[in-house]
């Protein structure tokens, strides 16, 4: 005859074991720095919808935008590249307010290498700081969660230049 365990001994047993090999859960803050170029002939981001006429409309509903901006430790643009944050903005409020964001941020630095936060969430564009998920992450940031905030620190009009400072808190294994 068969032994039968119950569903609910398997799950635990299982549940015990993922846990043993994860270890302890870490808490990471940083602050880092993106360096935005939306026009020119460096740019980091462009609009995939819409405009022919070389202009980004990121108040129109509907309009994507692909970025792969360079990320710096500090403000300065000439500030050691530690990551690049690729990814997708979507216009997604019918009055232009919000965009919907998808940012992979892939590390390069020594520290971090190969491992990546992933971030997700409405960006109230027009707010002075907007908050987003940090709804995963692999290598050293593996099952990560938390939230990042964003501030906009400068912006030319001239060069299509913003600096974007980047808060992050992320708990992960």
Not at 42 to 62: H, M, P, R
Not at 90 to 112: C, M, P, Q
């Amino acid at each position: 005859m068969a032994i039968k365990l119950p569903i609910s001994l398997i799950f635990i047993a299982f549940f015990t074991f993922s846990n043993a090999e994860l270890g302890l859960i870490k808490e990471t803050k940083m602050t880092t720095y993106f360096q935005d170029y939306s026009g020119g002939p460096n740019a980091t981001v462009i609009e995939i919808t819409g405009q022919s006429n070389g202009l980004l409309s990121f108040t129109k509903f509907g309009a994507i935008f692909c970025t792969d901006d360079p990320i710096t430790e500090g403000v300065e643009e000439s500030s050691a590249q530690i990551a690049r944050a690729q990814g997708i903005y979507v216009t997604s409020a019918l009055d232009g307010s919000n965009t919907h964001v998808l940012i992979s941020i892939v590390f390069i630095n020594e520290e971090y290498k190969g491992s990546t936060l992933e971030l997700q969430g409405t960006s109230a564009q027009f707010e002075r700081v907007r908050e987003v998920a940090v709804v995963g992450g692999t290598g050293k940031f593996r099952l990560a969660r938390g939230y990042a905030t964003f501030e906009t620190l400068s912006y030319d009009h001239a060069s299509h230049y913003a600096v974007i400072q980047c808060n992050i808190t992320a708990l992960h294994y």
